[in-house]
């Protein structure tokens, strides 16, 4: 049977659908404490003094802590750093006299009952001192808010771009604050297990491998000391799973108390400091020639960083300024990128971080070259892109320490299957039809190109063992996203078994060595490629060792749903692989005992897959709100493993993109106070706002970076949700360059379609 | 422990008893979850917007998060651990698992108990009712048209 390539159901959707998953709230310890978090109140001010005694009076609190009693820990460092010098800006685990968000952990509560914690944690008296906030760093005045850094790309002669150019056309767009907001809140716990001498944490996610190496070193503890458990996630897109404070503390009060330590979070603190994302204004320049090539683009942005650099440090900017080309040539280009503090909740990544932006920003202008030059802008578009023979493209910028080359890609057959799947002159001229008939609609593009399978490696080891049953044990953490599926189906394609018989272990740091985790869409490309690997070479042993045992060559043996035979022989001998395995038992054979194998893959450079976004919308002038009908997504992947997951992927992504588009921000009064702290106010799509997502699958550029071919999944479906949902706005409402901003909330819509002229 | 005044209660939750002891202030769902061990009803937002704490009291789909265990005494509640018939999964949960209906499933209970309860008094919805029915639950991964299937399909099956 060939798996790759078939929608096989997945095998882990068993144990979610009986409600016998174990997530991180699921795990209760005998006497364990409950953790709580006392959070600041104000958005910036100076900690005059945080009254404890109330809280520690109450029968059942067993401690409450505050900076002083950890001040030995370090702050959290960053997991990516790319510009030096910037530790200064990294978070205490709890304020350290000075706050610098609603939201930040100032103390922590540890007592016997979770009802009884939030009880004491109200207790816990702060005294601040205000300071002034700063809300909104895009125009400061000089020492009113902190630049951290600069961060700079380009290439080309800008100068000599812009010079030559017969028309220049400028834009201001702003990306609001979005964020993941996983159906699960964060949540962690951890014990000491003497008998092994390890601190363990149950909740981890994402990136164990790396978290557990940090808990280590800011614990003091030797690497092997600490070991992290990844249960089911309930949602990861980029946010859950970094190293948090409350990681950390949960370990830190394992170890000096000698008791389980459960830390649940709930909704609103999640969304006041789990990490917030997006939050730029670029002002952006092209300077191009009358039909419509682009010379040159010129960008100044400004990135709202919060009150620290986490865990990323300025990974979104830097991802920002090397990806916003694009799918263009653009023979000159530089963009300048202002990384500010500000007093919100610190930012991080966010499924597709730099290129929702970028993206956005890109097509928008895009858009309006077409505007200006009364050109059609899939021609402009056409135009501009990068012709397929000049692939792999090199575009003389780093990003992530490696080197921006688009792998493979034919740009213009893409948009040549989206026009054709769109119908697109049949949609134009229905869509002209109805707008005559007094309808506000519109038609809107992106493209855009994603980045995916960052390295530098991951591994995998497959292990069959004396029953039959296959064992793939990677590094990487599921978040949800059909990890188990992919690898199994990859391993029973290699080995020779059933996929459903193949048994996926992931995100335990004691079961492999070493994991890069799940993120940058980068699962199925190397943990699909290593599984690849390990399990041929598991293959290779069975035969060999069967060989012996069916006397026949190893070239001539195949091996089919778990049984060893001569091809084209079925019905003659044959032995299964449990008894192949139980051949390796230690002194039986030589080499290394069972039937097991590694399989490492290393690369250098990303894949880049690609895709077009495309809206049709309806606007309510009136009302200012805006009904997405279609929603299609082309997409390349190089190869789908799993279809059905692929789109999955998609349509969720799209989901939250179109979540982006026009619902979703968090908002800060000027003294900020957080605007949106739950579920009323920080509005997220339901099924009523969600067209079906129309996704059109291509296979047609497979990437030359991997044995499979294949290029990340996890990203695609949101990357250009913005800029199609605002372009088909502005073209609802007449081409208007007041579609700037996202969300396009109905009071902005509304405004705009005010200013306009009637027609 | 603190002196904190707790109640004993009685719980029918998937037609078995439950005799806890808990805070009047102790939600549904916590109770449930925590003293039940019955960890299927999940918690997104514990203000009664996001649904992944729906169960069914009495049939009809409640928040749990938005209840307290104290007034639940007498009710018949069903929780996603009483949807299959021993390793028979229920038509919602296997229609769920054939349209790939889930990616992380956190919020996977809540509109499974949503679409029973509402299935079992309405089997003929149209599509329409089925959305506005489905828009009181949120899901994160999904995009929503996989859930929007796999109840339709099950509706048709639970006809028969
Ligand atoms: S947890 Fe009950 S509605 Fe969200
Ligand atoms: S499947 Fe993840 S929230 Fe719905």
Redesign the pocket.
Known sequence: MNYIGSSVLRIEDRPLLTGEGRFAADLSLPDQLQMRVVRSSVAHGRLVEIDTSDALALDGVEAVWTHQDVQDIPPIDFRMAWVDGLEPFRQPILAAGITRYVGEPLAVVLAEDPYLAEDAAELVYVEYEDLQPVVDPYQPEPGEAVETTLVEKGYGDLEEAFEGAAEIVEMELRVGRHTGVPMETRGAQAWYDPLRSVVEMFGAAKVPHHNRAAIASMLGLPLGSVLLREGHVGGGFGIRGELYPEDVLVCLAALRLGRPIRWIEDRKEHLLAANHSRDQVHRIRAAVDRDGWIRGVDDECWVDQGAYLRTHQVTVTELTTSLLPGPYVWPAYRSRAHVMLSNKTPCGTYRAPGRFETTFVRERLIDLISDRLEMDSVGVRRRNLIPADQMPFHREIEALGTEVTYDSGDYHLLLDRTLEFLDYEDLTAALARRRSEGEVVGLGMGFFVEKSGLGPFDGVRVTVDEAGEVVVTTGVASVGQGVETVLAQVCADTLGVEAESVRVRHGQTDEIAYGMGAFASRVTVMSGSATLLAAGQVRERALETASGMLEAAPQDLTIDRGRVFVQGSPDGPSVMLGEVAARLRPGQAEGTPGLTAEGWFEVDHMTYPYGIHCAVVRVDPESGEVTVERFVVAYEIGRAVNPKLVEGQIAGGAAQGIGGALLEDFAYDESGQPLTSSFMDYLMPTVVEVPEVEVLLCEDAPSPLNPLGVKGAGEGGITAAGAAIANAVADALGGSEEVSCLPLSPERVRRIARSLPRP | MSNRTEVEVRLNVNGRDYRVRVEPRRTL?DTLRDNCGLTGTH???????????TILADGEPV????MFAVQCEGMELRTVEGLADGDRLHPLQQAFWENHGLQCGFCTPGFLMLATGYLEQRPEPDEEELKEMLSSNLCRCTGYQNILKAVKQAAAEMRG
Not at chain 2, 43 to 53: P, T
Not at chain 2, 63 to 66: G, H
Request: net charge neutral.
């Open positions: 769902a918690l997104g937002c514990e203000h009664g917007v996001c649904g992944a704490c928040r749990a998060c938005l």
